[in-house]
């Protein structure tokens, strides 16, 4: 659980979208008004990486 700047209510649904899309993503749920993000996933199968890549695409902000 963290927070990230940078959303809007578009594009945390996108965020949501894309990050469910990977294949170690369990569990996503984005307050898009204040950036409390929290993502449940399995390093084994998905990097930190990759999920910080979602959100630089999206233009997001993750604060860890």
């Not at 649904?13 to 990050?19: I, S, Y």
């Not at 008004?33 to 890549?53: Q, R, V």
């Amino acid at each position: 659980q963290f927070n990230a700047e940078g959303y809007t209510q578009e594009s945390a649904k996108t965020v949501e979208k894309k990050l469910l899309g990977l294949a170690g993503v369990l569990y996503v749920h984005i307050h898009h008004h204040d950036g409390e993000t929290t993502i449940d996933y399995d390093p084994k199968k998905t990097k930190l990486s990759e999920i910080l890549n979602v959100f630089s695409q999206n233009g997001v902000e993750a604060n860890l």
